[in-house]
C-alpha cells in the first residue's frame, strides 16, 4: 500500500467520522442513516462505478463533496437566485476547507490536499479532468437517488421548468458522464419522458 492510499483511508475514515454526526437521518434499505454519511458512500460508490481507476484525489473529493454540510443550512441565505449562488459557493469553500484539515490530520502531503481542496470547491469543471470526474459523478448520483424525491417535493414545477433543471445538468456533464447516463445508472421511470427530451434537446 502506497503512503497516499494509507493517507486516503485515514482521511477517509474521518470524513465519514464528521458526516456520521449529521443530526438529518434519511432512510435507505430499511434502515436509518445520518444523511451526508449515506451521500457519500453513494458518491464513493458511484465513482466505483463511473471510474474505477479515477485518482486518489477524486477518491477522497468523492467522500467529502457534502462534508457536514447541515453545519451551512440553505435557510441561512435569501431565497433568491443570488442568495443560492451565496450559499453554495460558501459551501464550496467549507467542505474544501473541512476535506483539507481532516487530510492534514490523517498526514496526507500538501500536495495531495490542494488536489482535492480544489476539486472539492469545483474549479475548473470542463478544464480540470478530476474536478470534470466529481462533477460527473455528483449528477450521477444526483440522477439515480434524488432526482425522484426532488420532484415529488416540487409539484408545481411544469415541464418547461424540469426541461431546464436537466438541460443544465446535462450540460454540466462530460461525454463519459452523459453516457454513464443513459446506460449505468437507474433513472426514475416515471420521469424518463422528461429526462429523454431534455437530453434530447440540449445542446
Same mark, same amino acid.
Given at each position: 500500500? +502506497?503512503?497516499?492510499?494509507?493517507?486516503?483511508?485515514? /482521511?477517509?475514515? %474521518?470524513?465519514?467520522? #464528521?458526516?456520521?454526526? =449529521?443530526?438529518? @437521518?434519511?432512510?435507505?434499505?430499511?434502515?436509518?442513516?445520518?444523511?451526508?454519511?449515506?451521500?457519500?458512500?453513494?458518491?464513493?460508490?458511484?465513482?466505483?462505478?463511473?471510474?474505477?481507476?479515477?485518482?486518489?484525489?477524486?477518491?477522497?473529493?468523492?467522500?467529502?463533496?457534502?462534508?457536514?454540510?447541515?453545519?451551512?443550512?440553505?435557510?441561512?441565505?435569501?431565497?433568491?437566485?443570488?442568495?443560492?449562488?451565496?450559499?453554495?459557493? +460558501?459551501?464550496?469553500?467549507?467542505?474544501?476547507?473541512? /476535506?483539507?484539515? %481532516?487530510?492534514?490530520? #490523517?498526514?496526507?502531503? =500538501?500536495?495531495? @490536499?490542494?488536489?482535492?481542496?480544489?476539486?472539492?470547491?469545483?474549479?475548473?469543471?470542463?478544464?480540470?479532468?478530476?474536478?470534470?470526474?466529481?462533477?460527473?459523478?455528483?449528477?450521477?448520483?444526483?440522477?439515480?437517488?434524488?432526482?425522484?424525491?426532488?420532484?415529488?417535493?416540487?409539484?408545481?414545477?411544469?415541464?418547461?421548468?424540469?426541461?431546464?433543471?436537466?438541460?443544465?445538468?446535462?450540460?454540466?456533464?462530460?461525454?463519459?458522464?452523459?453516457?454513464?447516463?443513459?446506460?449505468?445508472?437507474?433513472?426514475?421511470?416515471?420521469?424518463?419522458?422528461?429526462?429523454?427530451?431534455?437530453?434530447?434537446?440540449?445542446?
Amino acid at each position: 500500500m +502506497t503512503a497516499d492510499s494509507e493517507c486516503s483511508d485515514r /482521511a477517509i475514515a %474521518l470524513f465519514d467520522a #464528521a458526516n456520521a454526526e =449529521d443530526p438529518n @437521518i434519511e432512510t435507505a434499505d430499511g434502515r436509518p442513516h445520518p444523511k451526508e454519511l449515506l451521500y457519500a458512500r453513494r458518491m464513493s460508490e458511484m465513482l466505483g462505478r463511473f471510474a474505477p481507476d479515477a485518482s486518489e484525489a477524486v477518491r477522497l473529493a468523492a467522500r467529502a463533496q457534502h462534508i457536514q454540510r447541515w453545519k451551512i443550512p440553505r435557510n441561512d441565505y435569501p431565497k433568491t437566485p443570488v442568495g443560492y449562488k451565496q450559499w453554495r459557493t +460558501t459551501l464550496y469553500k467549507f467542505h474544501a476547507e473541512t /476535506a483539507g484539515l %481532516l487530510m492534514r490530520q #490523517a498526514g496526507c502531503d =500538501d500536495e495531495l @490536499i490542494n488536489r482535492v481542496k480544489t476539486i472539492v470547491s469545483k474549479q475548473g469543471i470542463k478544464a480540470n479532468p478530476e474536478t470534470q470526474m466529481l462533477e460527473d459523478v455528483v449528477d450521477l448520483v444526483f440522477m439515480e437517488h434524488y432526482l425522484s424525491d426532488f420532484a415529488a417535493s416540487h409539484p408545481e414545477y411544469d415541464e418547461a421548468k424540469w426541461l431546464d433543471i436537466l438541460k443544465k445538468t446535462w450540460k454540466k456533464m462530460s461525454p463519459d458522464g452523459r453516457a454513464a447516463a443513459l446506460s449505468k445508472i437507474k433513472l426514475p421511470e416515471h420521469l424518463l419522458p422528461v429526462i429523454q427530451k431534455a437530453v434530447g434537446t440540449a445542446e
